[in-house]
C-alpha cells in the first residue's frame, strides 16, 4: 500500500516537473513571455509604472489576463493599458474606430491605438517607466497588431521609454515562409515594413526585425520550450478569438489563404474557410486547385448565391502554406472569370496592393501568368529576406543535443521527443556519458543502471520503475527503435543523481551533477 500511495504521489509530482506531461516538446517547459516574465524577468518591472499594450489574447497557459496578473503584483504599478484594431476587448469590427476611455474598476487610462492616433503621444507615455506588449498575432503581414506593435516602438524610442515585448508563438510555425515581400513605396499600418506575407516569426523576433530600423530600447522576453517547427497546436494552448473574423484557428490559418482579393471581387466567407466570385464555375475551379499540388490542402466546391467557389478543407496543418494557396487562388480565379485588377496610381495606392506589399502581382495576373510563375518572379526577394530574418530569430530548430557534464554526447540513433513529450535517446550512450554502468536481461527486457550506489530499473514497454527499491509510475515508456533501446533522458540521469535541464528553443538536454 506504502508503494502505490508513493507511486501516486510521485506520477503528480512529475506532472508539475518542468518537464511533465502537455503537448509540445516536454511541453511543461513551455511557458509564454507573459509567464517568463513573473518567474524570471521580473526585475524589468519591479518597482516601476507599467504600461501595457493588450488585448483579450494577452493570457497566460492557464488564461489568467496579463492585466490581472499585473494588478495582482504589488512591487509593480499598472498606470496605463493601450489597445490595438479591435479594441482591448478585441470586439470592433474591422477598421472601426475606437475611442480611449478609463477603465471603470481599475481607474487607469484605456488608450486606444486604433483610434484619433495609431501611435502612442507623449501624454499616452507620460508617467510610463516600461512599455510592456503582450498581443497574439495570427502570422499574416496584414494582420495589424504587429503594425500596433511597429508604432509602439516607434512612439517609445521617440519619448525615450524601454520596449519589452513578452512574445507568443506565431500559430503558423516557423518554418513556412512565403509571399512576395513589401517594397518600400507600398508600406501601410496593413503592411509596416518588408515582409512577406507569411513571414514565420513571432512577435518577439518581428521586434528585433522592426528594430533594425527604429533602435528601440528593446527587451524579448522569450518563451520556453517553443521551437520553429510548432504549430499553435502543438503548444497546448488554448485559442482565444483575437478579433471578430477569427473566432479559432481555421479563421488563422484560412486568413492568408483567401483574404488577399480586395477590389477584385474575389472574395471571401465564413471566417476565411471560402474564397470565390461571380462567374466561377466552382467545379472546374477546386479541379484546378487541387490539381495544382498545393500541400495540406483540398478544395471543395461550394456555390455561395451567384458566386462559385471552393472551401478549404485543411488536412495538415504543419505543411498548409497559406501564402501561397492564396496566390494560385487569386491566378486561376482571374483565368476563370477576368476579374479587373485594381491599379495604384502615384497619388492612390489601391487597398490590393497595400495587401500584395507591391502591384506587381496585379501586373502579373494581368499578364495572365500562371502561379507558378508568379512564384518564381518573387522568389529571389523572398530568398533575399529568408537570408536577412536570420539575423532576428530567437528560436531554433534541428536535431536534439545532448550535454552531460557540459560535453556533448554522440549518438548512433537520433534523440526524438515522442507522443507523451519526452525526448528519448539512446541507452547506453546517455548512461555511459553519465559514468553509469548498466545491465539489460534479454529475457524481461529489463533495464538496470548502477552510479555511485543507486541504482533504478526500468523495463521496456513498461510505464513502471524502480528507483532505489521504490516503485515510481512514468508518463512514458521504453522502446526499441531502430535497433536501439531509446529511455527518456531525464528520468533516467534524475534516477541516478543528475540534475537535468530542456531548452525547447535551442533544443538542447542539459546534464549536470548533483
Request: aromatic share 10%; hydrophobic share 40%; with cysteine.
Amino acid at each position: 500500500m506504502r508503494r502505490l500511495m508513493f507511486a501516486a504521489v510521485f506520477a503528480a509530482l512529475m506532472l508539475l516537473l518542468p518537464w511533465g506531461g502537455g503537448a509540445g516538446a516536454e511541453a511543461a517547459a513551455f511557458k509564454l513571455g507573459n509567464e517568463r516574465l513573473v518567474d524570471e524577468y521580473h526585475h524589468l518591472i519591479a518597482g516601476k509604472r507599467v504600461g501595457l499594450v493588450t488585448n483579450q489574447s494577452g493570457v497566460n497557459t492557464r488564461g489568467e489576463s496579463t492585466i490581472d496578473v499585473l494588478v495582482r503584483d504589488k512591487t509593480v504599478q499598472l498606470v496605463a493599458l493601450y489597445g490595438p484594431e479591435h479594441g482591448i476587448d478585441g470586439q470592433a469590427k474591422a477598421g472601426a474606430y475606437v475611442e480611449s476611455y478609463v477603465h471603470p474598476t481599475l481607474r487607469i487610462p484605456v488608450y486606444s491605438l486604433y483610434g484619433q492616433t495609431r501611435m502612442p503621444t507623449a501624454e499616452m507615455l507620460r508617467g510610463v517607466d516600461v512599455l510592456l506588449f503582450d498581443v497574439q498575432d495570427i502570422g499574416a503581414r496584414s494582420y495589424t497588431y504587429m503594425s500596433t506593435l511597429n508604432y509602439c516602438m516607434v512612439a517609445a524610442k521617440q519619448h525615450q521609454v524601454p520596449v519589452v515585448v513578452l512574445d507568443r508563438p506565431n500559430p503558423l510555425g516557423g518554418v513556412i515562409v512565403d509571399g512576395p515581400v513589401m517594397e518600400d513605396r507600398f508600406i501601410t499600418f496593413v503592411g509596416v515594413d518588408n515582409l512577406p506575407m507569411s513571414h514565420g516569426m513571432t512577435a518577439g523576433e518581428l521586434a528585433r526585425f522592426f528594430n533594425r530600423k527604429i533602435g528601440a530600447d528593446l527587451t524579448v522576453v522569450p518563451m520556453a520550450g517553443y521551437t520553429r517547427s510548432m504549430i499553435f497546436q502543438d503548444t497546448g494552448l488554448n485559442w482565444v478569438q483575437t478579433s471578430p473574423n477569427i473566432p479559432d484557428l481555421e479563421a488563422v490559418f484560412g486568413y492568408g489563404a483567401t483574404g488577399l482579393g480586395e477590389g477584385t471581387g474575389i472574395f471571401q466567407a465564413d471566417k476565411f474557410r471560402w474564397i470565390g466570385g461571380k462567374g466561377i464555375d466552382a467545379q472546374k475551379y477546386a479541379r484546378m486547385l487541387n490539381q495544382a499540388g498545393l500541400p495540406g490542402v483540398d478544395f471543395v466546391p461550394e456555390t455561395r448565391g451567384e458566386a462559385g467557389g471552393v472551401r478549404l478543407n485543411i488536412v495538415d496543418y504543419h505543411t498548409f502554406n497559406p501564402a501561397r494557396t492564396g496566390i494560385y487562388a487569386l491566378a486561376y480565379a482571374r483565368a476563370l472569370n477576368g476579374f479587373s485588377v485594381p491599379k495604384s496610381s502615384a497619388n492612390n495606392i489601391v487597398m490590393f496592393d497595400k495587401i500584395m506589399g507591391t502591384d506587381k502581382i496585379g501586373q502579373y495576373l494581368e499578364q495572365g501568368l500562371s502561379p507558378q510563375q508568379i512564384e518564381a518572379n518573387y522568389a529571389p526577394g523572398l530568398n533575399r529576406f529568408k537570408a536577412e530574418r536570420e539575423k532576428y530569430l530567437i528560436y531554433g530548430s534541428g536535431p536534439i543535443k545532448v550535454l552531460v557534464y557540459g560535453r556533448p554526447v554522440s549518438f548512433d540513433v537520433e534523440p526524438y521527443i515522442d507522443s507523451n513529450s519526452r525526448v528519448m535517446v539512446p541507452l547506453r550512450a546517455i548512461v555511459e556519458a553519465l559514468g553509469a554502468q548498466v545491465d539489460w536481461d534479454t529475457r524481461t527486457k529489463r533495464i538496470t543502471i548502477t552510479r555511485e550506489g543507486k541504482k533504478s530499473v526500468f523495463t521496456v514497454g513498461s510505464t513502471t520503475a524502480v528507483f532505489e527499491n521504490r516503485t515510481v509510475i512514468l508518463d512514458t515508456r521504453p522502446v526499441i527503435r531502430d535497433g536501439r533501446t531509446m529511455v527518456p533522458a531525464r528520468f533516467v540521469a534524475e534516477s541516478v543523481g543528475a540534475k537535468v535541464h530542456w531548452d525547447g528553443g535551442l533544443r538542447t538536454v542539459t546534464v549536470e551533477g548533483s
